[in-house]
């Protein structure tokens, strides 16, 4: 191994642990909100989005109701809808979080959208962010910025367990 994939590999677990530690605040909830990344923004973009995981901790279905975060003037639920070859985003109002498999915000597919951009999202920078849940309550967590081209958390940097108000 070079130096530089220990020290990078180094420095995503370290980013693990410090994510996990922000999210949790010693409350029993009934969702983990798990791998919050979002893609670095290009140039002057506006938009931008965060994929994440969710897990119903209770075995009991839940809903995300809301998102909300500092670094853009919307953040909004979006899903991804194929019409022959052609994909069309639609803003949904709330996103089942499934009692019995991880319900998974990906590209493609689930995700939240950010609008109005105040700043570009610069890769290895976080993303505050707060997800309102139907009976899981508030949970706030912080999403990793991964290069612009990524398709996933990795496995690893991003991950937060989830626990809000």
């Not at 109005?116 to 967590?141: H, I, N, Q, S």
């Amino acid at each position: 191994m070079t130096r530089f994939t220990v020290a990078m590999l180094a420095a995503l677990a370290c980013a693990s642990v410090f994510a996990r530690a922000q999210a949790h605040d010693g409350n029993n909830h009934t969702v983990d909100v798990v791998e919050p990344w979002a893609r670095a923004t290009a140039g002057m973009s506006k938009t931008g989005a965060i994929y994440l995981t969710i897990t119903a901790k209770d075995g009991n279905p839940d809903r995300l109701l809301s998102v909300a975060t500092p670094v853009a003037g919307r953040a909004e639920m979006h899903t991804t809808i194929k019409d022959g070859d052609v994909a069309k985003m639609r803003h949904v109002s709330s996103i089942e979080v499934n009692p019995t498999a991880p319900t998974v915000l990906a590209p493609g597919g689930h995700h939240i959208m950010l609008t109005d951009l105040k700043a570009t999202l610069k890769e290895g920078e976080r993303v505050p962010l707060t997800l309102t849940f139907e009976k899981g309550g508030t949970v706030k967590v912080e999403a990793l910025v991964r290069a612009a081209g990524a398709m996933g958390s990795g496995g690893s940097g991003g991950s937060s367990s989830g626990h809000g108000h």
